[in-house]
RNA sequence: CGGGGCGUAGCGCAGUCUGGUUAGCGCACCUGCUUUGGGAGCAGGGGGUCGAAGGUUCGAAUCCUUUCGCCCCGACCA
């Protein structure tokens, strides 16, 4: 049906980029890796930002900045940490004309530098926790980038805070996992598997990882969101020490969470479909489009566009926001106009004409289903909002349906190898291996670890190495 | 970084093998008229240093060398 969109079975990836492009979410930067987010594209950010900032805010953290540039010798201060971040940094040698005696790490991700601060603020128990978090971009140079799933440049949020003990360190990483995943299934409707991710998947420096891990509509897996329990690395390589309550001095318990622009990857990948972008409605910069259509121009003035602009009006202050707009696209064809919002994921489009007028209707029309119905003038801001709410659980039920469809459990490495080569998706079974199994598995499959699911405590035979104890874990192609 | 593909108008492509007037086509864009409820029709028009730099040649989109970028598949990652 669209003729200016790849569809999703011929080339999936040329599918995604093709969604990109129609929809204005972004475009191809001059340095490699690097994008620039177009205004449609950014307003979906800060759609997401604002979700994600106020349950920051309820969650008792507050926002603050750190500087883009990090002494290189800060990274370097936490073994693991430097092995993983290193490869993919880039460094600023020069400036002001003359060679730094320092080179100058353009943050890859925060902890060091904020390890280093906090050590300076934090002397006492009575300074924990600290709770802070900061939007910002990092730059990790990679090799094969990929707009909004893999940029050399992203936008992000991350938090770091630090805790007296290890039990409330924990608490809040498991807390902060658990607000990625209620944003992520209320606002983003995107079905999210919370998980502890293994050995060889674990954050660099961090004692354990945790992740919000979804699918998207080609069965391959994408890591959405983590929650990292920092255990006293940092603390230690940082000299975050506080006296307690006993007057001895301890290293304080630290936790970072991250979640990026990546999510829009996802959010399209979920939902949309061969026609264009889908948006989830709670996070829609535009949740409806009214487009007044006749072909004479003196009732379009007189009667259509006073009528589109009352009913504008009336959602957006139901709705608590700017959240319509009213298509003046005169110029184009109906056809036209209707498809300039179908494609850049408007979730509802309101057609208002003559007929309507007759009739004392509206045209309405799901963006997701492409269901029409004709609703009453005056029912229009009754019926509207519940129409969005149904079509953000519709969203949500067939992201999910899908994803169970194209989730099975194994038991044994052979079955494993089959049902990842034949039906892909997700793959669950019994893990206890190292990670150099990981990485065989990887070579072997394709695979890797995303999570082993909190929702399950059960403990099973590992499917590779034949270990009792073994806790279920999910496997799958990723991004 | 390895393997493969591709760079010609905003987008998609032909032309390249076999060098030769003024570099074409479709869509998009601009103007006008007719149209108008799921991607309109006719007529006219604008837009190109043929990715870049060197070289060969009387002459290069086309041949040679180098280089940059993009896409796909791997290795590396949010």
């Not at 975050?240 to 979640?259: C, K, P, R, V």
């Not at 049902?419 to 669950?428: H, R, S």
């Amino acid at each position: 049906m669209a003729r200016n969109i790849t569809s999703r079975t011929e080339d999936y990836s040329q599918w995604y980029l093709d969604i990109i492009k129609v929809a204005e979410l972004a475009d191809y930067a001059p340095v490699r890796g690097c994008m620039v987010i177009r205004p449609t594209g950014y307003a979906l950010w800060e759609s997401i930002q604002r979700h994600f900032d106020d349950a920051f805010k309820e969650t008792g953290h507050v926002n603050a900045y750190f500087p883009l540039l990090i002494p290189n010798s800060f990274l370097e201060k936490e073994a693991e940490h430097v092995e993983g971040f290193a490869p993919e940094c880039a460094v600023v040698t020069h400036a002001g004309g003359e060679e730094l005696e320092e080179p100058l790490i353009v943050r890859p991700t925060s902890e060091t530098v904020i390890g280093h601060m906090y050590s300076k603020w934090i002397q006492s128990w009575r300074d924990l926790p600290i709770l802070i978090n900061q939007w910002a971009n990092v730059m990790r140079w990679e090799k094969r980038p990929r707009l909004f799933l893999r940029t050399s440049e992203f936008l992000w949020q991350e938090g770091h805070t630090a805790h007296a003990t290890r039990e409330e360190a924990m608490e809040e990483t498991l807390k902060m996992l658990e607000v990625y995943r209620r944003i992520m299934t209320d606002i983003l409707a995107l079905p999210v598997i919370p998980g502890e991710k293994t050995e060889g998947e674990r954050f660099p420096g961090a004692a354990n990882t945790y992740t919000c891990e979804t699918m998207m509509s080609d069965k391959k897996a994408l890591q959405a969101g983590t929650s990292h329990f920092l255990g006293q690395n940092f603390a230690k390589a940082f000299e975050i020490q506080f006296q307690n309550q006993d007057g001895n001095l301890e290293y304080a318990w630290t936790t970072s969470w991250g979640a990026s622009t990546r999510l829009i990857g996802a959010i399209i990948m979920t939902h949309s479909d061969d026609d264009g972008l889908i948006l989830p409605p709670r996070v829609a910069p535009v949740k409806v489009a009214i487009l007044p259509i006749s072909t004479d121009d003196e009732m379009i003035a007189s009667t259509l566009l006073p009528k589109a602009a009352e009913i504008s009006a009336q959602l957006d202050s139901r709705l608590g926001g700017r959240f319509t707009v009213v298509d003046k696209q005169f110029h184009l064809r109906p056809g036209d106009r209707f498809f300039s919002h179908l494609q850049r994921g408007v979730p509802l489009r309101i057609e208002l004409g003559e007929k309507e007028l007759a009739s004392g209707t509206a045209r309405v029309v799901r963006r997701d289903t492409g269901a029409k119905v004709d609703i009453p003038l005056d029912a229009l801001a009754e019926r509207i909002p519940q129409l969005l709410e149904e079509i953000h659980t519709a969203l949500y039920e067939k992201a999910l349906a899908f994803r169970k469809e194209n989730t099975r459990f194994v038991s044994g490495y052979e079955e494993f190898k089959s049902a990842i080569e034949e039906q892909g998706g997700f793959v669950e079974t019994f893990f206890a291996g190292t990670s150099d199994d990981e990485k065989k598995i990887k070579e072997e499959t394709g695979a890797t670890a995303r999570c082993m699911p909190l929702e399950s405590s059960e403990t099973g035979v590992c499917m590779l190495t034949g270990k009792t104890g073994a806790r279920r874990t999910l496997f799958a192609k990723a991004y």
